[in-house]
């Protein structure tokens, strides 16, 4: 198994500023995945996030307002970037590997932009 | 990806045996089910994981008929600690690791 801790835990922000979310994961993932979940609703994965790569982005999400860095196997940043009070949401960063079976889930992001 | 649909919400009482069914019509060959558990505030916990007939581990029990166009996920005696949204994922899209959420059910447990 794999314990996943973010930072920060929550935090409130001013319309068109930037806020990076940092993933550190106890042990050596292949693969890391950013989400983002709405209150009472499910969650929407963002990208993947690829040591030695570049992040790939879902449909509805690009790299200009979520850039993501993955420097190696047990850290990821996900910045949310010239942000609106659309981009108010729960972000959670999850390990795994490349096989879609158990991933492990971070606490998740609280962000509020006013 | 098989798209999963699943009740919006459900209600038990503390001790009952609580099965939430799943269905998957379109769940391709090499295809597994996984549940996974959301409690507030928390990120979602794998629960387990099958492909046929039926897994047990100690939290849950998971069922698969032989068409696998459905499952259920049975939670034994479930205390006021079970309440929390469980999502059904079918798939994944081959060799990216990735998980796509349904709308998943809320189950309140009542004392």
């Known amino acids: 198994s794999a314990v996943i801790s973010q930072k920060p835990s929550r935090d409130i922000c001013q319309r068109g500023t930037s806020l990076t979310i940092q993933c550190q994961v106890d042990?050596?993932?292949?693969?890391m995945f950013w989400y983002r979940q709405q209150p009472g609703q499910s969650l929407t994965l963002i990208a993947t996030a690829n040591q030695g790569s570049e992040a790939t982005y879902e449909s509805g999400f690009v790299i200009d307002k979520f850039p993501i860095s993955r420097p190696n196997l047990t850290f990821s940043t996900l910045t949310v970037s010239n942000m609106s009070p659309e981009d108010s949401s729960i972000y959670l960063c999850?390990?795994?590997?490349?096989?879609?079976?158990?991933?492990?889930f971070g606490p998740g992001t609280r962000l509020t932009v006013l | 990806l098989a798209k999963t649909t699943q009740p919006i919400s459900m209600d038990s009482y503390e001790g009952q045996e609580v099965n939430i069914t799943c269905s998957h019509n379109n769940i391709a060959t090499n295809d597994y089910i996984t549940w996974y558990q959301q409690f507030p505030s928390q990120g979602p916990r794998f629960i387990i994981q099958?492909?046929?007939t039926k897994v047990t581990n100690e939290v849950a029990s998971l069922f698969i008929p032989a068409d696998r166009k459905s499952s259920t996920l049975s939670l034994p005696r479930v205390s006021l600690s079970d309440t929390a949204v469980y999502y059904c994922?079918?798939?994944?899209?081959?060799?990216?690791?990735?998980?796509?959420f349904g709308q998943g059910t809320t189950l309140q447990v009542k004392p």
């Open positions: 099958g492909y046929k």
């Open positions: 999850s390990g795994g590997d490349r096989s879609g079976n158990e991933q492990f």
């Open positions: 042990s050596q993932v292949t693969m």
């Open positions: 994922l079918v798939g994944y899209t081959s060799n990216t690791g990735k998980l796509i």
